[in-house]
Each structure stands twice: as structure tokens, then as C-alpha cells.
């Protein structure tokens, strides 16, 4: 059983057009996260939610919107995608909000915008 | 804030030696830290973690050092083998319930066979 899964591996996508990943935790996790991996594989934290509530939003341009239906999903949608937004978009989850017996990560999702 | 230096950016090793990756760290009061393994086209596995009430961590093959005075860490790989060949990234929470992760830029680590 996959921890937490991401759909889809792939995506290759138009500038402009909108797309979401989906990301899943089926280890009762209460937090869950998406981080931005970019070309030289630097993890750089987006979004945290905790049982749904957003509890981190860093500096992302507002074309980026995560929801969280329930906290075993967090999905993650992109309106008028741009060149830059090329990267692997990993999610995670926590036990807790604290984190503190780390995080779990995704395979990853590769997003290649042209 | 934090932020999460890396001593070197690639290691190249021989099958069979040991392997040191160097971690810093700038916040004090950090409290938790992971070693991350990355292997091409996976998420990061978690490999060891160390509290900061401690100061050497083993696990199999592995173990972690941290030093608070110089706020860095450490993970050494025993006898290293192939299939220890991936980008390693040191992590650190702060002691702030809401601060999340920050990983360290990475080592990539190439075992010579």
C-alpha cells in the first residue's frame, strides 16, 4: 500500500492552460504539505495544511491554490501555467502539526510546462 | 528563519569505504533533524532522524552526529555499497509549532564500484 500517492507522475502541459495534481495520505496523518523541487533538486515548502485547515502559505504567486477536502487529500491546482512553474511537485504528510516525527513524501509529480 | 547549508555538493566514493555528508544549520533553537535519501525520479525517503538532546544517532549502516555549539550535523554511511548512490538532504525543524521542513540543498553521492 503507497503511503501517499500523487496523481499524475507526469504532466506536460501549454502555457496558460490550468491543471491540478491530486495527492493522497492513507496513513491517518493530521498535516499534509506540498513542496517544490526545482532543476538543481532544491525542496522549498508551498503550502501545509492541518485537518484541512491552511496553516502555510509561503511566498507563491496566487495562480497556485491548494484545497484540502478532507486531510487525506490535498489537491493542488495551477491556473495559467507559466515556463517557471517547470519542477517536481512533491507532497507530504505528518503525524501532527508540529511534525515532529517527520514527513512522508510522495513519488513525486514532473511538471513540464512548454 | 532557517536556512540549511551543505558543505559539499558531490561526493564520490569507493564501493566498500565510508562516506561523510556534511549538514549546517543557522537556528539555535532547532530541535528535530532527518537525513533524506532521493533516489532519481522518488520522493525522498526518510533514512534517520536525531533530537536535539542527543548528540549520535545509529542505525544500520548509518549514523548521525550533531554538534549544537557549531549548529552542524553529520551522516556517515558505513561500507558504503551502490545502491547508496542518490542525493542526500539534511532537514531541520524549528522549535515553532508552525514551522515546516527546511531541507539543505543536497549531496549527490556516487559510489565507484
Known amino acids: 500500500d503507497t503511503a501517499v500517492s500523487q496523481t499524475p507522475k507526469y504532466l506536460v502541459t501549454q502555457m496558460g492552460n490550468d491543471k491540478s495534481i491530486k495527492c493522497e495520505q492513507n496513513?491517518?496523518?493530521?498535516?499534509m504539505y506540498w513542496y517544490k523541487q526545482d532543476s538543481k533538486k532544491f525542496l522549498k515548502i508551498m503550502f501545509s495544511?492541518?485537518?484541512?485547515?491552511?496553516?502555510i502559505n509561503e511566498t507563491v504567486p496566487n495562480r497556485f491554490s491548494p484545497k484540502s477536502p478532507d486531510k487525506a487529500h490535498l489537491n493542488l491546482h495551477i491556473n495559467s501555467l507559466e515556463l517557471g512553474d517547470s519542477a517536481v511537485y512533491f507532497c507530504?504528510?505528518?503525524?501532527?502539526?508540529?511534525?515532529?516525527?517527520?514527513?512522508?513524501f510522495g513519488s513525486g509529480t514532473r511538471l513540464t510546462v512548454v | 528563519g532557517e536556512s540549511v547549508g551543505l558543505h559539499l555538493p558531490t561526493l564520490s566514493v569507493q564501493e566498500g569505504d565510508n562516506s561523510i555528508i556534511n549538514c549546517a544549520y543557522s537556528?539555535?533553537?532547532?530541535?528535530?533533524f532527518i537525513w533524506y535519501k532521493q533516489e532519481s525520479g522518488k520522493g525522498p525517503q526518510f533514512i534517520i532522524d536525531?533530537?536535539?538532546?542527543?548528540d549520535k544517532r545509529q542505525g544500520q549502516r548509518v549514523t548521525v552526529l550533531l554538534n549544537k555549539t557549531v549548529k552542524h550535523l553529520s551522516l556517515q554511511i558505513a561500507a558504503t555499497q551502490p545502491g547508496d548512490s542518490a542525493v542526500y538532504f539534511c532537514?531541520?525543524?524549528?522549535?515553532?509549532?508552525?514551522?515546516?521542513?527546511?531541507f539543505g540543498k543536497g549531496t549527490r553521492l556516487s559510489v565507484i564500484a
Open positions: 507530504a504528510s505528518s503525524q501532527d502539526q508540529r511534525g515532529g516525527y517527520g514527513y512522508t
Open positions: 496513513l491517518g496523518h493530521d498535516t
Open positions: 495544511y492541518n485537518n484541512k485547515e491552511l496553516i
Open positions: 537556528n539555535s533553537a532547532s530541535d528535530y
Open positions: 536525531i533530537r536535539s538532546n542527543m
Open positions: 532537514a531541520v525543524l524549528g522549535p515553532s509549532g508552525n514551522t515546516p521542513l527546511v
